[in-house]
């Protein structure tokens, strides 16, 4: 089944490692011929959320929110790569995901995290959950931790470390299959 499965990530600094990761992973999803668009919020340049997108009037909302959101609603999972910020999610991340609700309902998402230490991001993972949840796209349970990511990813995505290409293929293979268990289920009617 191919699905489409968007690559959120979470930060706009100009040195950015977790590029490195969101290009590793839509590689991965490619090669297992999915769609796997890159959702930048770089190139988005979202204002601090004013206004949700459900918020805006039919056809007025600004054009980045309307593609985007109509990129979610066509989603059948998401991908989000984090950084982790003073033991937090990124802000960059968590005003690109609230800008949107409805659209991410009934749709796993996955969470890769990341950082130049050895503990790979796993503290923001924590609170990310919660909120994935609370946005409609509970987080599948494992979670792909990169730590040292400057040493484990080239700038390109490849990975220089073994254990990196069977910690993803595990981590995709699960999210693939919730991915389809909710694809199914949508195409028979959600509960609201």
Request: aromatic share 10%; with cysteine; hydrophobic share 45%.
């Amino acid at each position: 089944m191919t699905l489409t499965v968007p690559v959120i990530l979470g930060s706009v600094r100009a040195d950015r490692a977790g590029i490195r990761a969101a290009r590793f992973l839509a590689g991965q999803l490619e090669t297992r011929g999915h769609a796997a668009p890159l959702v930048d919020p770089a190139e988005l340049k979202f204002p601090l959320l004013d206004r949700m997108y459900k918020e805006y009037p039919k056809g007025e909302a600004p054009e980045p929110l309307e593609r985007l959101a109509t990129l979610f609603r066509g989603a059948d999972a998401f991908v989000i790569v984090s950084a982790e910020y003073n033991h937090s999610i990124p802000p960059a991340l968590s005003n690109t995901l609230d800008h949107f609700l409805e659209e991410y309902f009934w749709r796993p998402s996955a969470i890769c995290c990341y950082s130049a230490g050895q503990y790979g991001g796993v503290r923001a993972a924590m609170q990310l959950r919660a909120m994935l949840a609370e946005l409609g796209t509970p987080s599948i349970p494992s979670l792909l931790p990169i730590p040292r990511i400057q040493k484990a990813l080239s700038e390109a995505g490849e990975p220089a470390e073994d254990w990196l290409g069977r910690a993803a293929k595990k981590f995709l293979d699960e999210l693939t299959w919730y991915a389809e268990a909710l694809k199914a289920k949508r195409a028979g009617g959600t509960p609201y």
